[in-house]
C-alpha cells in the first residue's frame, strides 16, 4: 500500500541573490609583500537579459589563509537566501 497522505511536503526553495553565472578569483602580490584579493561576479540581469560584472569583496591580505577567508566572505555573503523587509 502506498501512503501518499502520510508524507509532509518539501519546504518551498527560498529566493536567492541575483543569480550567478560564474566568480573570478584575482591574486597579485604587491611590492610590500601583501597579497591582493578581489572576486568579482557575473550575474544575469533578467529584466534587460544582460550579464552584469558585481565586486563581490576586494582586499589586501599578508597569508594565503586571509585570502581564502576574504574569498569565502565575498561568496557566501552573495549566496544567502534574499530576505523579504515585509517578513521582520
Known sequence: ML????RNTAAPVPP???EIQFVNVELALGADGLLFVGVQATIIDEDNLELL?????NGRVHT?????????K???????????P???
Do not use: K, Y
Request: proline share 6%; charged share 25%.
Open 53 to 57: 560584472n558585481q565586486e563581490l569583496a
Open 16 to 18: 536567492f541573490a541575483p
Open 74 to 84: 565575498g561568496v557566501t555573503n552573495t549566496l544567502r537566501p534574499a530576505t523579504n
Open 3 to 6: 501512503d501518499i497522505d502520510g
Open 86 to 88: 515585509m517578513e521582520h
Open 64 to 72: 594565503l589563509d586571509e585570502a581564502l577567508a576574504l574569498i569565502r
